[in-house]
Nanobody, 119 residues
Framework: QVQLEESGGGLVQSGGSLRLSCAAS????????MSWYRQAPGKERELVAS???????NYVDSVKGRFTISRDNAKNMVYLQMNSLKPEDTAVYFC?????????????WGQGTQVTVSS
């Protein structure tokens, strides 16, 4: 069982920046692919950014060039640096940890942190 705790959300004006952090309890954190998802009111949860065990990254088109995902395996942390924020980035942001390379793939979620971007 992996516990994930997000922090860093808040209210920011359009064009501003926030840095989300996710602390993981896993002793083998480096073996997990980590992702950030978001869910806006009335919308489905969507994948925002992901980073593999080998540090390959992927982003949804709407945040490319503005958001950066990174990880620190020594601290069991994953981050999402969000720049040039827009009102449409307003959502609850969730941290996700996944392992698909084992007999029983696992998938863990944090509780989420609210990001609100005012226009």
């Amino acid at each position: 069982q992996v516990q994930l705790e997000e922090s860093g959300g808040g209210l920011v004006q359009s064009g501003g920046s926030l840095r989300l952090s996710c602390a993981a309890s896993a002793n083998i954190f480096s073996l997990y692919a980590m992702s950030w998802y978001r869910q806006a009111p009335g919308k489905e949860r969507e994948l925002v950014a992901s980073i593999t065990r080998g540090d390959s990254t992927n982003y949804v088109d709407s945040v490319k060039g503005r958001f950066t995902i990174s990880r620190d395996n020594a601290k069991n942390m994953v981050y999402l640096q969000m720049n040039s924020l827009k009102p449409e980035d307003t959502a609850v942001y969730f941290c996700n940890a996944k392992r698909a390379d084992i007999a029983s793939p696992v998938n863990y979620w944090g509780q989420g942190t609210q990001v609100t971007v005012s226009s």
